[in-house]
């Protein structure tokens, strides 16, 4: 049966559309119940004894929420208590067009078959298809078109022999719903009366969310904030120019401050300063915020103070000093940044914050203050009655709201995570933190890999040709579109851990069939450059082909073959081969203005059975690591080019942007103080006088020097060609580059396979491929996730560094002054390659007299005995201080030179017994 | 056929298919057609069949009239319609069918044009009717107005809002319930009734049979209360002052007597709602 939809629509020209849509009906879409009989449903989803024990719902029973209660209470519908439960298709379509997040989450949900949730498309379903009637609103039609499905699935199931005392059961928070679906003969209950019911499992109440109706009661009626103005005046203001919009970004270490970044096109953005809780108006980190300006006269200069939020209970005397604290009369007008208030949030980005429960002073109170990890999210409060459990734990909790009433906004307990410190809670807690996808793969990406055993069964005719570059193909097992690339498309990356590596593919790919081993005909995309003796390429050419490696060595492996003089087989004489042609590459391409940079790369070995870090070495180096790299960039650069040439519009590149002179300007300074010139007139100059910077007494002082430069440069990223008309590589000095090398664990290299297999004829390309905006966003996100891969890896690194100093106690180390600050040094230790700062100023006592100077060096002068300059090598205590339990740090502490009242002395020798604490 | 066994019909007020001189052949109309328009409606009357669509979009009022929003006709000459049609056929007749239709329909008398005005001087409504020609059987004015009639009545006109904020942007906001909008008053709509001079007599709704006996035929445009809003004389022919007289006042009596029953079946076609069993054109 046919039914159109109509509705009327504004085009973008101010016109107004009708639009029809075409709305079909069937009357064979199952229940999805295995009472049924009548359905003629192969696999029913929902069970015949669907019991739950509930002192409500004594009988078996199917749930079904409506959309408000999957939106708001997603937490506790994903908990595995919760089963057999009707997703009505309406309330899906509302919940997608809603919130995206919590849409594909009860996709997921629906997925796994352990929870037994039917998706019933009511939609299209000939007996509970409704129309909206005149004068009902969207929101009334579908509620009305949920209580029609329930009332068809109560009627339906009764019809069944063997139906029992089997029943729908409705859950919703609206009451005029509810009284509806009682006077229509539907069993109907609010989601918090359902979950309080469950007398098995009592803890599922803490994850309820907070519903608009419980809020009124939390703090007195005070109204603390202005009221937010409603999307519309706020879309008006910002069309006519009296509101901006941008997103908000709070301050690290001013609770009171934040800044609204507002993008405008081309390079016209700026930043807005706000200041005081009433101006921030409950817009957290992240959120999009229309903010309007305040006259000149109000401008104020961002404050120097840090500020945390961390007294015990909400008193407002307290909060108005910390305000008057910001206001410190400021003379000079050039720091006065444009000053202004939230008036609105567009849009709010909130999501799970990780973070520890600060337990209520009073014994037996529910409602308590959670502390977010990351210190630009608010405290949230949250009401829980095991707090006493959850003390010490790691906890993930969700924001609910924030009414204008509350100094805080209220959220709900989603999960706990596990003891701070530990381990594989903290891993957890840095990849949440960094949204980093690290969730097992879901059935239906993993339903695209192909089945074991597998095998190469299409013909292939071979030529040999003197130098071949092989990557494993696997853009052929990952097909654009589907759920595998779609998950690999939004991971970006492969993030390494300490420890512990999260995958953007599957295992089986990344690690057997996409992995190029030694004695199997494995699918590879190769690159075949025919070269002469002086490196230079005659032809360059690219096919599908099929692998079948002879060896398949370590970086050491093949150094070793190298280096022994008594090994003379084929692989060994081809590899002395190529390392020679690598090392002609790399000639070429420092004289071309290639940098060398430097980063401390510290590796951690870790105890086989705990996983626990035991020593740090540095990475090393090897000829054949470098032979590899070369020919690695020499494909990359191949293959930028053909991609290129053939599509010049949508290949997707990567580039390195060229930084200004003004980020040189400390290793500038820095070399000058040892009287030593850099020039950053071009890459080339900046590469020859750092190679001609060397001092004789001061062998580390090349490295440090690099380590600088390194700190210097811009971020590499990935664009498309279409957008953007600056491909140049700094770094690699390349006109053009892009990632080919490495598709198991870049997405960006996928996609460069295709265009690369599109371009040779190997395979067929799809419109995603070729739309330049496309292409651009996916960018985006492969930038984002790069970026935030970089952060965890980072996050870890310095974790088990933590980790590493606390099983050690505390340490004697000679270090390098890394910056000079205006009351601290940064120390940079080798051995670990660990930074860390000293600070001259303590919070508790007043602090040495400091003298800094900015000009040459920079240099500080501390109580007029010692003057520190860059690169200078000082001794230290290293130590973990575990003070603030979310955030522990790594404590320096200066022994040499000695400054009476600022040194430290050195500490005792440790005594035996402590270090057997280690072996935990 | 030969005009002498025609005429000698006409004497005795008896037509070939046995109608009368002011009869109309049967005529079966049906509103809300083509869901994508805002109003349609189909009409048949013998074998002629017309589709009429209207679309309402906001446009411009013309400067003359500020405070007035149009109509815009376009008539397709289907070559389904007849064979004559075929490739650029219709071209000619559709062009004067549709400069005609403008003339009797776009005037403040038939329709309250300062209804269609949404904020004088820069928004209105411009109605544009489709008429298609599916197939030709004579009398194509007659049954066009009819269609157009029906049309109008049928038609539904999103209701909007004009917002204006506090520079004094006026912007356009439209209702989200599809039942929200507004209805054309058709009472002073115009039928066409075309008189076709055979021999002494004049008859209304000609065959092709009929008109391709006849000289000239007068086309006489009138309101429920019988005003007469416009007179045209079609065809080669030419026609003395006494018979356009005798002309107008038959075609002003049809013309008055066809729209009470036409209003009363569109009434009654409306009430009965999502309950009316559509008949479409599969009928």
Redesign the interface.
């Given at each position: 049966m046919l039914k159109s939809k109509t509705f009327v629509k504004k085009t973008r020209a101010g016109g107004v559309m009708k639009v029809v849509r075409e709305h079909y009906l069937r009357d064979d879409i199952w229940c999805g119940s295995e009472v049924c009989t009548e359905c003629k449903d192969g696999a029913p989803v929902l069970q015949q004894d669907a019991r739950v024990e509930s002192d409500l719902c004594a009988y078996p029973h199917y749930l079904i929420p409506d959309t408000n209660v999957v939106l708001h209470q997603i937490d506790i519908l994903e908990d595995p208590l919760i089963r057999n439960v009707i997703i009505l298709q309406t309330v899906l379509q509302e919940v997608r067009h809603r919130s995206p997040p919590v849409y594909k989450r009860i996709k997921d949900a629906t997925h796994e078959k352990e929870k037994h949730f039917y998706t019933f498309t009511n939609e299209h379903h000939r007996q509970t298809f409704i129309e909206r009637e005149q004068g009902e609103s969207i929101n009334d039609r579908n509620d009305r078109a949920i209580r029609v499905a329930a009332k068809w699935y109560t009627e339906h199931l009764n019809k069944a022999p063997s139906v029992g005392e089997l029943k729908v059961v409705l859950l919703t928070n609206d009451r005029a719903n509810r009284d509806k679906a009682e006077q229509n003969g539907l069993l109907a209950y609010r989601c918090e009366e359902y979950i309080k019911s469950l007398t098995g499992n009592p803890e599922l109440v803490d994850r309820l969310a907070l519903t608009s109706d419980d809020q009124n009661e939390i703090t007195g009626s005070k109204l603390l904030f202005p009221e937010h103005l409603p999307l519309s005046r706020i879309q008006a203001g910002i069309k006519s120019g009296t509101f901006l919009q941008g997103t908000f970004r709070a301050s690290r270490d001013n609770y009171l401050e934040a800044t609204v970044f507002v993008q405008r096109e081309g390079d016209d953005s700026t930043e807005v300063l706000l200041q005081g809780l009433q101006n921030l108006n409950r817009a957290v980190h992240q959120d999009v915020v229309a903010v309007e300006l305040f006259p000149k006269e109000q401008w104020v200069a961002p404050s120097s103070v840090v500020l945390q939020d961390d007294r015990p209970s909400d008193k407002e005397t307290e909060e108005e000093e910390a305000e008057k604290k910001l206001e410190s009369p400021v003379l000079d007008p050039s720091r006065l940044k444009p000053t202004g208030r939230v008036v609105g949030i567009i849009k709010r980005n909130w999501r799970p914050f990780c973070g520890m429960l600060n337990q209520s002073q009073i014994k037996e109170a529910t409602r308590h203050l959670f502390t977010p990890a990351d210190r630009r999210i608010p405290r949230i409060r949250i009401e829980t009655r095991q707090a006493s459990t959850l003390v010490g734990q790691r906890i993930i909790v969700a924001i609910d709201g924030w009414p204008r009433n509350s100094r805080y906004p209220n959220g709900h307990f989603v999960r706990n995570l596990g003891g701070a410190g530990d381990k594989d809670t903290e891993t957890e807690v840095l990849l949440l933190e960094h949204d980093v996808p690290h969730q097992p793969f879901s059935q239906a990406v993993l339903s695209f890999l192909p089945k074991m055993p597998w095998g190469i069964t299409e013909e292939v005719n071979t030529v040999w040709v003197p130098i071949l570059f092989h990557i494993a193909d696997v853009s052929h097992f990952i097909r654009p579109g589907n759920a595998l690339d779609q998950e690999a498309a939004s991971r970006g990356t492969t993030v390494y851990l300490c420890g512990k590596r999260i995958d953007m593919v599957p295992e089986l790919l990344s690690s057997n069939l996409c992995s190029l081993r030694s004695n199997v005909e494995r699918l590879a995309f190769s690159c075949i450059w025919e070269m002469n003796h002086k490196a230079e390429i005659l032809n360059t050419r690219f096919t599908k082909s099929i692998i079948n490696s002879k060896a398949s060595l370590t970086y050491a492996e093949a150094q070793m073959r190298i280096d022994d003089a008594s090994m003379n087989d084929d692989i060994t004489k081809s590899l002395r081969g190529l390392n020679t042609l690598a090392k002609i590459l790399k000639g070429q391409r420092i004289a071309k203005g290639a940098l060398t940079l430097s980063s401390p790369e510290v590796r951690f070995h870790m105890d086989s059975e705990t996983h626990d870090p035991i020593d740090l070495q540095t990475k090393e180096l090897k000829d054949t690591n470098s032979m590899v790299e070369e020919f690695m960039l020499l494909a990359n650069i191949s293959v930028a080019q053909k991609i290129y040439e053939e599509f010049s519009e949508c290949a997707l590149l990567r580039k390195h942007p060229a930084p200004p002179p003004s980020n040189y300007d400390i290793l500038i300074k820095a070399a000058k103080s040892r009287e030593l010139e850099i020039r950053i007139d071009s890459a080339k100059a900046l590469a020859d006088s750092l190679n001609e910077a060397v001092l004789e007494d001061f062998p580390y002082f090349n490295t440090l020097l690099r380590i600088l430069a390194t700190r210097c440069m811009m971020q590499a990223v990935y664009f498309c060609s279409g957008m953007d008309s600056d491909f140049h590589h700094y770094g690699l000095a390349s006109p053009i580059y892009t990632h080919f090398t490495s598709p198991i664990r870049r997405y960006s290299d996928i996609i460069v396979h295709r265009l690369l297999a599109v371009a040779i004829n190997a395979d067929s390309t799809y419109p995603d491929l070729m739309d330049k905006h496309k292409q651009s966003s996916l960018c985006n996100n492969l930038n984002y996730r790069h970026k935030m891969a970089q952060y965890a890896q980072r996050a870890s690194v310095a974790f088990h560094t933590q980790l590493f100093f606390k099983n050690k106690g505390i340490l004697n180390e000679e270090g390098f002054i890394l910056f000079v600050r205006k009351n601290a040094i940064i120390i940079l230790i080798p051995k670990f390659g660990l930074e860390g700062t000293v600070f001259f100023e303590n919070n508790d006592k007043p602090g040495p007299r400091l003298n800094f100077d900015s000009e040459v060096g920079p240099t500080l002068t501390v109580e007029d005995q010692h003057t520190f300059h860059i690169f200078d090598r000082v001794k230290v205590t290293i130590s973990l201080d575990a003070s603030n339990i979310q955030h522990q740090k790594i404590r320096m502490a200066l022994v040499e030179p000695v400054i009476p009242g600022v040194s430290v002395a050195l500490p005792e020798p440790e005594p035996e017994a402590k270090k057997l604490k280690l072996d935990r | 056929p030969p005009p002498v066994s025609l005429s000698s019909l006409h004497v005795d007020d008896l037509r070939v298919d046995g109608r009368g001189c002011e009869d109309y052949r049967h005529m079966e109309i049906e509103t809300d057609v083509v869901?994508?328009?805002?109003g349609s409606a189909k009409v048949s009357l013998g074998h002629t069949d017309i589709l009429v669509g209207i679309?309402?979009?906001?446009g411009k009022p013309r400067p003359m009239v500020p405070d007035e929003g149009y109509l815009e006709f376009f008539v397709d000459c289907s070559a389904n319609a007849t064979p004559e049609f075929e490739g650029r056929g219709g071209e000619e007749l559709g062009v004067e069918l549709s400069n005609t239709l403008y003339k009797v329909f776009n005037n403040r008398h038939s329709l309250d044009l300062r209804s269609l005005c949404i904020c004088p001087g820069e928004h209105c409504w411009v109605l544009y009717v489709d008429v298609l020609l599916l197939q030709c059987d004579g009398n194509l004015f007659d049954a066009m107005s009819i269609a157009i009639k029906a049309a109008l009545f049928n038609t539904r006109i999103?209701k909007?809002h004009i917002s204006e904020?506090?520079?004094g942007?006026k912007?356009?906001e439209?209702s989200?319930?599809?039942?929200d909008c507004m209805r054309l008053n058709v009472e002073n709509v115009p039928c066409i009734v075309t008189l076709c001079k055979i021999a002494h007599r004049h008859v209304v709704d000609a065959t092709l049979q009929e008109k391709a006996c006849s000289v000239a035929s007068l086309l006489i445009s009138v309101t429920h209360k019988g005003m007469v809003t416009c007179v045209r004389k079609l065809g080669r022919g030419s026609l003395d002052p006494d018979s356009i007289f005798e002309m107008t006042e038959t075609g002003k009596r049809v013309g008055k007597a066809l729209h009470a029953p036409l209003m009363e079946l569109l009434q009654k076609e409306e009430s009965l709602g999502?309950k009316r069993q559509k008949v479409g054109f599969l009928a």
């Open positions: - | 869901s994508n328009t805002d679309k309402a979009e906001i999103p909007v904020d506090e520079e942007v912007e356009i439209l989200d319930d599809p039942y999502k």
